[in-house]
């Protein structure tokens, strides 16, 4: 079956510091990939999306590339702000079947100034 | 667009009483949307697949009886937690696809947009 392992949190850094958080997957099919963010006490967000291998998709400055032959699609920012403190959840939903998402634990990002 | 609401926000609630939660779609039509628990500091967890017009398909798992879901119109979806007990608290998500004009044939491509939660407490 589909799942979606992500690395484990929390991830802490400094304002300005470079973020990864790795994001690998088992899927039958072609499936999409996604990253949504939820910040404290709401629902989930779009981050970015990528439907294809090898595309990337971009938003806010943060940026994942699927990769298909590692089947991975981490979760980049060159330089993170304190706003982005949230927890980040990659999902993938896949092509072979249900189109339902499958969601990864989630990863807790807090970003000191 | 795309914004999806649910009310109440929060909502505690005596052990016993019923409690019904709204999910909208307050710009497109839904035919599909789903309902989602969340405990602290973990994913969520799929919890039904509300259809429009016909029964919710539950996961392996959940009480049909106990969560009731109706989904009485392209925009509008209720999760009815049935007698309450303090395991029931929780946070609930719900999330819909939008529907491509007269198609409700959804994609792995489709985007999920989900409402704001709603954070259930029973005492």
């Known amino acids: 079956g589909n799942s979606v392992t992500q690395m484990e949190g929390p991830v802490t850094l400094s304002e300005e510091a470079f973020l990864t958080i790795n994001c690998t997957y088992t899927a039958t099919g072609y499936p999409s990939l996604f990253w949504y963010v939820q910040y404290p006490g709401e629902g989930l967000q779009l981050l970015l999306k990528a439907t294809k291998a090898d595309d990337k998709g971009s938003n806010k400055g943060f940026e994942a590339t699927y990769r298909k032959e590692t089947t991975s699609f981490h979760l980049e920012k060159g330089s993170v702000q304190v706003s982005d403190s949230a927890v980040y959840f990659c999902a993938l939903s896949s092509s072979g079947g249900s189109y339902i998402p499958t969601f990864g634990r989630g990863t807790s990002l807090i970003v000191h100034p | 667009g795309a914004v999806v609401s649910q009310h109440p926000s929060r909502v505690i609630c005596k052990s016993g009483t019923s409690v019904k939660i709204e999910c909208r779609s307050l710009d497109f039509q839904a035919t599909t949307m789903f309902w989602y628990r969340q405990f602290p500091k973990q994913s969520l967890m799929l919890m039904a697949t509300s259809n429009e017009g016909s029964k919710a398909t539950y996961e392996q798992g959940v009480e049909k009886d106990k969560f009731l879901i109706n989904h009485a119109s392209l925009t509008l979806s209720t999760l009815t937690v049935t007698s309450a007990h303090p395991e029931d608290s929780s946070f609930y998500i719900c999330?819909?696809?939008?529907?491509?004009?007269?198609?409700?044939?959804?994609?792995?491509?489709?985007?999920?947009?989900f409402g704001p939660g709603t954070r259930l407490t029973v005492l």
């Open positions: 999330s819909a696809t939008r529907d491509r004009g007269d198609s409700k044939i959804h994609s792995s491509t489709d985007t999920q947009y």
